[in-house]
């Protein structure tokens, strides 16, 4: 099955507790992207990237890194967590790009205290 | 600052009843896609829009890109229950970012 995967689903963590969100699509799709979606505001851009080691910036990329060494894995990293980070994010993945029909994964809620 | 400004936020109706979300910006795009999200899930979606003009029917569904391909709607006909959902739209251009609105949130009351 066609599918975007990311883990965990649920997350509470300490400020300043180094962690990973993990992203995998099973596609063979080249772009892939990180969502932060919080009330009121929608879906922001974090990063994404549009093939293996090839990563820019989104609209909100403060406080965030990611890596793209495999095609199907795009984890985004939290080197040190604030509160202002708790939300709700989404990995996609497309075939080439944001004018083709993007995957995304179920989604994992992050918590900061 | 919002992109892409939706309109209405919110929007509640009866079954059988009619709706349309406006998604509107001061900026072209070269498509515009709109998806539902369910609650505990990610966006799904519904259509992509590429031409100037262009008019896509899913069912009940109609979709509009405006002529200058800075805005669209989103027309349901006949609403139900199970359209029932947060509509977002999107907007895509050649520098690869996606541009999301902060979406309308459509509840059909049975």
């Known amino acids: 099955e066609a599918q975007v995967t990311q883990n965990p689903r649920y997350l509470i963590t300490v400020t300043g507790k180094k962690l990973t969100v993990t992203c995998s699509q099973n596609?063979?799709?080249?772009?892939m992207s990180w969502y932060r979606q919080d009330p009121g505001l929608g879906l922001r851009q974090i990063y994404y990237s549009m093939n293996v080691e090839v990563t820019d910036k989104g609209d909100v990329p403060e406080g965030y890194k990611v890596s793209r060494k495999e095609k199907r894995n795009f984890p985004l990293i939290l080197e040190s967590p604030s509160p202002n980070q708790t939300s709700l994010y989404f990995c996609?993945?497309?075939?080439?790009?944001?004018?083709?029909?993007?995957?995304f994964g179920q989604g994992t809620r992050l918590t900061v205290v | 600052t919002q992109l892409l400004e939706q309109s209405p936020q919110f929007l509640s109706i009866q079954e059988g009843e009619n709706l349309t979300v406006y998604c509107n910006s001061s900026?072209?795009?070269?498509?515009l896609q709109w998806y539902r999200q369910e609650p505990g899930e990610g966006p799904v979606l519904l259509v992509t829009?590429?031409?100037?003009?262009e008019v896509k029917k899913l069912k009940r569904l109609t979709f509009q890109f405006g002529d200058a391909r800075k805005d669209s709607s989103l027309h349901i006909t006949a609403a139900q229950p199970g359209d029932t959902g947060l509509y977002l739209c999107?907007?895509?251009?050649?520098?690869?970012?996606?541009?999301f609105g902060a979406g309308t949130t459509v509840t059909v009351r049975a």
């Open positions: 900026s072209v795009f070269s498509s």
């Open positions: 996609a993945s497309s075939i080439t790009g944001v004018n083709t029909e993007a995957f």
């Open positions: 829009v590429v031409t100037g003009g």
């Open positions: 999107a907007g895509g251009n050649n520098d690869y970012k996606l541009s």
């Open positions: 596609m063979n799709h080249e772009y």
